[in-house]
């Protein structure tokens, strides 16, 4: 069997940007919930889609707030998109899936921890992770754990990771440290690029055994002058770089208490249809294939 773990957080926004805007009839704006409603009903119906799971960003801040004040928070996000996500956690629930509201933790680390798990149970062919976010190509393994971009319909397995960024699932988080993310809210170690960060991790695969002396490198592709540049810079902040890794490093201990078989679609809750009439959109529950 296949399970796909979704990024609900990343659904939303997508929809609230890519669904045309609507309100209910109450005069809230409903559009970003209705979207996610129509996109998840639609991986439901599909054929080979048994097994499936989402998690929101229940609160956008999370641990990592406390470990790096930089990080992103829920400032300068579009307030009627910030309103609907209880209304798309309550919407899915309602479909019938498996719902993570994240708040201690990011979505990411209950889709993580999932993995993690599920991965374990040799009745479990392939896992689906569905979102484009860079972050969770470092949980890809070979072709059983995968990313899919359901928008631009790309998996990326373990090759694709390599043939992507340079470096393998497992050095993504130090790949991100050195390069930074702006989405998260880290720069990233000055001089280093995206390049650079690939060259040198895809030798020594973790930052941690990166040589302070450039005297000591073994990379043939790095100049001597730019390793001593690199090598300086990371020296000067290697302690921020290792903060940073700790920020992009996703977490498998996200205290989840559903197995695999409470990840199997059984159908939609009857609640759904009053809900979706609040909501002013009568032809969703029309859709639904199977009700209990």
Known sequence: MKIHLIDGTYELFRNHFGAPPKKAPNGREVGAT??????????????????????????IESFRNDLYAGYKTGEGVDPNLLAQFPLAEEAVSALGVVVWP?????????????????KKTKSVEQILICSPDKDLTQLVSGDRIVCWDRRREIIINETGVLEKYGVLPQSIPDWLALVGDSADGYPGIPGWGAKSASVVLSHYEHLEKIPDNPAKWQVNAISPGRAASLAESLAQRREEALLYKKLSTLRTDVPIKEKLAD???QGAYKRL????????????????????
């Open 263 to 265: 990840l199997k679609w």
């Open 102 to 118: 994240m708040v201690e933790f990011e979505a990411d680390d209950a889709l993580a921890t999932a993995a993690a798990r599920l």
């Open 273 to 292: 249809m009053t809900f979706c009439h609040d909501l002013g959109d009568e032809k969703i529950p029309l859709r639904i294939p199977r009700w209990r």
């Open 34 to 59: 209705l979207g996610l409603l129509r996109s998840l009903l639609m991986l439901l119906t599909s054929p080979g889609v048994t097994h499936v799971g989402v998690a929101f960003d229940h609160v």
